[in-house]
């Protein structure tokens, strides 16, 4: 049994979540100040996790530490990929070639990398909204123009809109679709169905896809992740992106999955990519896939549990939120509409008035306004007083309408 009842001090770890948040979410520096002393913030907003990495993967990092030469790295063993392809084989029934995988300092960075390979100056990036930010920043960062399809929301349940996606896909300017499964920040874990559909119009125009699967191992128990590779045996031009950072709170570790089926890209990658990686990162990422599971299991119960009560807690102190539990990630994604009007600025309101840090509004692109995203994974008694306090605040306010 792990404990996730624990709560651990991050602070003076140069922690984004407890140092960074200033910047991150109001682009501001230190002399902004609250209410609030920056200690009593309950902190839901960074997609990383307040609980421990479990204990094999930081013992394979001691052991890494004890052999006490750290030059440069870059994964050559076959146990790496034996660990990779196992996972993947074993909880997701698929496989890839080994030449297919290389790694990367994080997902960002390969996503800004391969827009660049793919995508000549004047051709698009197409991906769905509301949106995970670094998809917008990947195609601005490249100076490629981007086209957003709003997915619909249904009570809280999102679907595609794929008249809406075919219409955009089929633009011969658009050459690239970055798709986010399972999705955040909406939590859908798209069905083979829906996969197939979505397949069957990339395949249609050819787009090359770079399906982002790091969220793929935190669903929820009832829920089945399926790699888009799956669906897709044949298809060239896909790339799968995955990652130990978010399921095994490895985030600052900075080692990432990606495998390309494409040769010619492969050789692009392999010529420009800057192509080494952390020693200590790649021995917890190969010890979290082969020994990390047990844990992962007892996490997606415990986030299960905290899914079900903030469920139950909206439902009784705020009963016009529209929110139903994500099928994967730890976020969850509610609907204020009915408390708030447009243009609300809401992580400012929640950080001033209810002492929450967490994300929402217009930091998913588009199609986001008055919605907010919690982070919970944390433990309970974090996330009973975050709620707490972000229903207080709501319903004080509504008050004094
Ligand atoms: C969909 C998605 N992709 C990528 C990332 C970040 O990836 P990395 O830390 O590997 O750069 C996140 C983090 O929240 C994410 O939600």
């Known amino acids: 049994m792990y404990n996730f009842d624990e709560v651990i001090d991050r602070r003076n770890t140069n922690s984004l979540n407890t140092d960074g948040f200033r910047s991150y979410i109001f682009h501001a520096d230190e002399t902004m100040t609250f209410p609030y002393k920056d200690e009593e913030f309950i902190r839901m907003w960074v997609a990383d996790m307040e609980f421990a990495t479990p204990e094999v993967i930081i013992d394979a990092m001691r052991e890494r530490l004890d052999q006490r030469i750290f030059g440069y790295t870059r994964v050559f063993s076959n146990d790496y990929y034996e660990a990779v392809s196992s996972w993947c084989k074993r909880r997701y029934d698929w496989d890839f070639k080994k030449e297919e995988l290389v790694t990367s300092n994080g997902i960002i960075p390969a996503l800004y990398e391969l827009v660049d390979y793919i995508c000549k100056p004047d051709e698009k990036v197409l991906f769905s909204t509301p949106s995970y930010a670094y998809f917008k920043y990947a195609a601005d960062y490249n100076n490629r123009e981007y086209v957003c399809s709003d997915l619909a929301d249904n009570n809280g349940r999102y679907t595609m809109d794929f008249d809406d996606f075919e219409k955009k896909a089929a633009d011969e300017k658009t ?15 798209w069905t083979e169905e829906e996969l197939k559909r979505l397949a069957a119009i990339i395949e249609k125009y050819g787009l090359w896809v770079i399906s982002d699967e790091i ?29 130990p950072s978010k399921t095994f709170n490895l985030a600052g570790m900075m080692i990432s999955n990606i495998m390309i089926r494409d040769e010619a890209l492969r050789e692009i990658w ?44 909206l439902a009784d ?3 016009k939120a529209v929110f139903s539990i994500s099928e994967a990630t730890y976020l969850a994604w509610v609907n204020l509409k009915e408390y708030f009007n447009k243009d609300e600025e809401l992580p400012m309101f929640f950080a001033y008035e209810a002492g929450v840090l967490l994300e929402g509004g217009n930091m998913f692109v588009q199609n986001s306004d008055r919605y907010i995203r919690l982070n919970l994974a944390c433990p309970r008694a974090v996330l009973e007083e975050g709620l707490r306090r972000i229903c207080k605040a709501v319903n004080e306010k509504s008050n004094n309408r």
């Not at 050459?175 to 939590?187: D, E, K, R, V, Y």
């Not at 089945?224 to 799956?230: A, D, Q, R, T």
């Not at 420009?272 to 190969?286: C, E, G, K």
């Open 215 to 243: 969220h793929c191992d935190l669903t929820r128990q009832n829920q089945k992740h399926i790699p888009l590779g799956k669906i897709m045996p044949d298809y060239k031009k896909l790339i799968t992106c995955m990652a």
């Open 175 to 189: 050459t690239l679709f970055i798709f986010c499964n399972p999705h955040n920040p909406t939590g859908r874990v």
């Open 317 to 319: 102190h705020l009963p």
């Open 270 to 313: 392999f010529s420009r990519h800057y192509n080494f990686d952390n020693p200590l990162s790649v021995a917890a990422s190969q010890a979290a896939y082969e020994r990390g599971e047990p844990w992962l299991k007892e996490l997606c119960a415990y986030l299960d549990k905290n899914f079900e009560f903030t469920k139950a807690y």
